[in-house]
């Protein structure tokens, strides 16, 4: 649901009681549209996110903070110089529009004043604006005279709320009024209440339609025109999130049909947009990262299929030496200027014709060693030709392998040590590192599971199969699908014996994380560690391995477990 007046209302509620005396210990930009207020309340440090992402526009504080932008932009840079240390006097929502204000009461070594931090939650019109006295010292989003003649954001020019919608107030009780009782008229008896929801959302300022949705079913037949002002100011707070297949779908700031109770509103919008974030992210770094793939995927598959059309001229070297030698061994029987003669093929039972094209302008002999020449260039380049194609072919069931692990990855994490894979083959471009030099990257787990208290892994990826592979004990049991790519999976074996349900449990982990998790009994090999061998200098995630035995199993990811 889009940030509303409605819920903005009580969110800056909620956060001017908790980060009022509270002091700005550290201001960050994670990405252009998205800054983080580490801000000490004098109990706790927290985390104010205030982001102006056309589909996450919010002001709201989170558990977790994101990695800053390697580069810190000149905005951040401009709040760092202005606002660290300043405590906050008051958040409050500006009229009832969709605007929170951060009152800051800054001071530097020579002097005190008082900020202002707007933060203008409008969809793609989303703007976090420093303000002094009614002029702006910086924006987070600025304009010029060119890009906007109605509104100017830039330092030095004086700052003007945005123009309100052409929607009548909720407050304007005599318009109200009046707009209900116009739609009676053309409607009658109100009895579609989504229909009902829509003209108000079309036509009354400061609610998002999910909210009247649900007002409206809350909504008293006698008291049409006042309720919605009351709901704003007095409506107990009862934050609820919705969910549907356990993923957070909407939030609001009072009770709704299948709605789940959280602490606080800023909890329950944080929980929201925090899925929807992550969701995004995950699916625009995987988008990404296929992208980078497919590329390097068709050139490669372009490789192979110039390989084999020579390898295929060169299916006829053999001919062309027999020609060769047919023609040495008849050159008596052969005069310059012929176009091509029928001899006898000594080479093949019963000693068929065969036909053989000349050059009339050079002479048999010449012509000979003219096929021998052929012959000759034909088997170097086979003998060239085929060990290329075994690596080419090779090349292709590894970048293979990589895309079945970025389709199989389950969260953005997943996607880490893919992108450091890409990156060392060349793929992927490294990202700027931050200032100060490449921060230590953690290593993502490792898919984890207990059964019948044996404790089992999965790798997620390439990078993780081999660190999989060398952290495993030379008896512990080793798992991977039969001609699919798959993650390897280890049961720890601690000195005891594996059951055979112990390994179909693992072996139905190891086929979901393959590319045979839609099918049906899928070939699962495994075998002691101790027989699976990685080459040297062989790519990552390849492994060859004997003494195995195979089950067949359906694919489960027992994710419960």
């Not at 060398?470 to 512990?476: P, V």
Request: contains cysteine; proline residues 4%.
């Amino acid at each position: 649901m889009p940030q509303d007046a409605f819920h903005i209302r009580r969110l800056s509620q909620e956060l001017n009681n908790i980060l009022v005396g509270g002091k700005v210990n550290r201001v960050s930009q994670v990405d252009k549209d998205e800054l983080t207020l580490i801000i000490y309340t004098g109990k706790r440090a927290v985390k104010l996110i205030l982001s102006t992402n056309a589909s996450n526009a919010r002001v709201c504080l989170s558990e977790t903070e994101k990695e800053p932008a390697p580069i810190a932009p000149n905005f951040c840079m401009l709040l760092r110089k202005h606002i660290l240390g300043a405590e906050i006097l008051s958040v409050k929502q500006a009229g009832f529009e969709r605007i929170i204000e951060i009152e800051l009461h800054c001071t530097g070594d020579f002097s005190q004043t008082n900020r202002t931090l707007v933060c203008e939650l409008m969809g793609k019109y989303s703007n976090v604006v420093l303000v002094e006295n009614g002029v702006i010292l910086g924006a987070l989003k600025t304009s010029s005279l060119d890009d906007n003649l109605r509104r100017i954001l830039f330092s030095g020019a004086k700052y003007e709320y945005p123009t309100p919608q052409d929607k009548i107030s909720v407050f304007d009780k005599a318009g109200m009024r009046s707009l209900i009782e116009g739609y009676a008229i053309s409607h009658g008896e109100i009895t579609d209440l989504d229909d009902f929801a829509r003209f108000l959302f079309e036509n009354v300022s400061g609610f998002a339609y999910p909210t009247l949705r649900e007002l409206v079913k809350k909504m008293p037949a006698q008291d049409l025109c006042e309720y919605l002002a009351w709901a704003c100011d007095s409506l107990e707070n009862k934050p609820h999130v919705v969910y549907e297949n356990g993923k957070p779908t909407d939030f609001f700031a009072f009770e709704v049909e299948g709605g789940q109770p959280k602490q606080s509103l800023y909890l329950a919008e944080n929980e929201f947009y925090s899925y929807r974030e992550n969701k995004k992210g995950f699916e625009d770094k995987k988008r990404k990262l296929e992208a980078s793939l497919r590329t390097v995927r068709k050139k490669q598959a372009k490789r192979i299929q110039d390989v084999l059309e020579r390898l295929k001229e060169s299916e006829n070297a053999e001919l062309n030496k027999i020609k060769g030698e047919l023609l040495t061994a008849n050159l008596y029987r052969l005069e310059k200027g012929m176009k091509e003669c029928t001899l006898e093929n000594w080479y093949e039972p019963d000693c068929p014709k065969i036909k053989i094209a000349l050059d009339e302008l050079i002479s048999p002999q010449k012509n000979a060693q003219k096929y021998f020449k052929i012959y000759n260039k034909q088997k170097r380049a086979k003998e060239i030709l085929t060990p290329m194609l075994k690596t080419e072919q090779a090349e292709k069931e590894y970048l293979e392998s990589v895309s079945s692990s970025i389709e199989l990855a389950e969260t953005k994490e997943d996607f880490k040590e893919i992108e450091e894979e890409l990156i060392q083959i060349g793929v992927f471009r490294a990202p700027k590192q931050r200032a100060g030099g490449k921060k230590k990257q953690t290593e993502t787990p490792f898919r984890e599971y207990e059964y019948q208290g044996f404790r089992i892994y999965a790798g997620r990826n390439n990078v993780q199969n081999d660190r999989l592979l060398r952290l495993a004990n030379s008896n512990d049991l080793w798992l991977h699908t039969q001609k699919y790519h798959s993650s390897h999976v280890i049961i720890v074996r601690d000195g005891r014996e594996i059951t055979d349900e112990i390994i179909g449990f693992a072996s139905e982990i190891c086929a979901y994380y393959s590319d045979g998790r839609n099918g049906d009994k899928i070939p699962v090999d495994y075998c002691e560690r101790k027989y699976v061998k990685k080459p040297s200098k062989s790519k990552a995630g390849f492994v060859i391995y004997t003494d195995y035995k195979t089950v067949l199993v359906t694919p489960n990811a027992h994710k419960n477990n």
